[in-house]
């Protein structure tokens, strides 16, 4: 197995402990004093790497390459949480359906009716986030806005899956442009909120957003999961 040198690990202890000083300091600013969690995004990191991050408190991974994700997960230690973060085809669903404990990007009908199917095959029930397309950008996956309130109450009628919250990538932020996404996505959480609350199908407490570059104005506007994997990992190359 390769080593990861002295150096390289204390970049990544650095790194970890910059980005929690600077969620605490955004959730201040906000007025916040509930939890926010720091997700380690681990696409192209060294399994090495993320134990070695997992020992230093970042215990939920996110994975966002099917196969990638099966070849590694072997290697991992420690015991972390992992979440499926990435574009999911429904034919990949069963090879991941009892390997994670939440999927962050359900964006279709057709989706979460394979995850309902998948799940109840395993005997589990699913946690999910509905990903929005909060920029419209032709380019990225996600439901728009319109569509969540239909899709959030279908899958109320799926008994595998539950509903826990929302996920977004808005487009890169341009001298503080994520602002208003994050904002449009914080009034659609708290909306989908306050229409569930009393529902007991439903518990959504889940809103997942913030990357390396943006994720303090994400905190401000009431993320609880930022998914950080190059400002906490080091620039990656990707293949
Ligand atoms: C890669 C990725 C991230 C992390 O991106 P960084 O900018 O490297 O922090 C977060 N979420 C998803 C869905 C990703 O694919």
Redo the contacts with the bound molecule.
């Keep these: 197995m390769k080593e990861e040198s002295s150096d390289k690990l204390s970049v990544v202890a650095d790194n970890i402990k910059r980005i929690r000083e600077n969620i605490e300091n955004a959730k201040i600013r906000a007025g916040r004093t509930d939890t926010v969690r720091l997700?380690g995004?681990t696409?192209t990191v060294d399994p090495v790497l993320v134990n070695f991050s997992v020992e230093q408190g970042v215990r939920l991974l996110?994975e966002?390459r099917v196969q990638e994700f099966l070849d590694k997960r072997d290697r991992y230690e420690g015991g972390p949480e992992i979440h499926f973060?990435?574009g999911l085809q429904t034919n990949k669903v069963k090879y991941i359906i009892d390997k994670v404990s939440m999927i962050?990007?359900a964006d279709s009908e057709h989706l979460i009716e394979e995850i309902n199917k998948r799940a109840a095959g395993k005997g589990l029930r699913m946690d999910i986030l509905i990903e929005v397309n909060i920029g419209g950008e032709e380019s990225k996956s996600g439901i728009k806005p319109e569509q969540l309130d239909e899709l959030a109450f279908k899958t109320a009628e799926l008994p595998n899956v539950r509903l826990r919250g929302l996920?977004a990538?808005p487009p890169v932020d341009v001298d503080g442009s994520s602002d208003r996404y994050f904002a449009q996505m914080q009034r659609l959480f708290c909306d989908l909120r306050e229409k569930t609350f009393k529902d007991g199908r439903f518990m959504i407490d889940t809103l997942s957003m913030g990357?390396?570059?943006d994720?303090e104005s994400a905190v401000m506007h009431g993320s609880n999961i930022v998914?950080?994997?190059?400002?906490?990992?080091g620039y990656?190359n990707y293949t």
Excluded: A
């Design positions: 997700m995004v696409k996110g966002n973060i990435g962050h990007s996920m990538i990357m390396s570059g994720y998914r950080i994997g190059s400002l906490l990992y990656r």
